[in-house]
């Protein structure tokens, strides 16, 4: 299982950005496919997520409204829409996944199983 993000950078404040993740080893319509955040000197936070079996998805709430996750299961990638960018959303970029099962907390990252490497995302005022 292997886990790659891209499209990391630097932005500017109110900016728009993408990011991929693109997974192998495993199909996504089995998985929890999550994207998580830390933050220098902050624990690694939960940002959104997406069920590989239904497409639902979830969002904390400091992202709702301005971030999209949706996943293109022919591709095998995952991708965060981030608009609307501020300085407090700089930070490493991790997408992680979860085999689904009956979880409650699908922002937690002890629940993930797999992780990528992360990238940065920093956001200028």
């Known amino acids: 299982v292997k886990l790659v993000e891209s499209g990391g950078g630097l932005v500017q404040y109110g900016d728009s950005l993408t990011l991929s993740c693109t997974a192998s080893?495993?199909?996504?319509?089995?998985?929890?496919m999550g994207w998580f955040r830390q933050a220098q000197g902050k624990e690694r936070e939960g940002v959104s997520c997406?069920?590989?079996?239904?497409?639902?998805?979830y969002y904390s709430d400091s992202v709702k409204g301005r971030f999209t996750i949706s996943s293109d299961n022919a591709k095998n990638t995952v991708y965060l829409h981030m608009n609307s960018l501020k300085s407090e959303d700089t930070a490493v970029y991790y997408c992680?996944?979860?085999?689904?099962?009956?979880?409650?907390?699908?922002?937690?990252?002890?629940?993930?199983?797999?992780w990528g490497r992360g990238i940065q995302v920093t956001v200028s005022s």
């Open positions: 997406v069920r590989g079996s239904d497409g639902s998805t």
């Open positions: 080893g495993f199909t996504l319509d089995l998985y929890v």
């Open positions: 992680a996944a979860m085999i689904e099962l009956p979880v409650t907390n699908l922002m937690r990252p002890a629940n993930y199983d797999y």
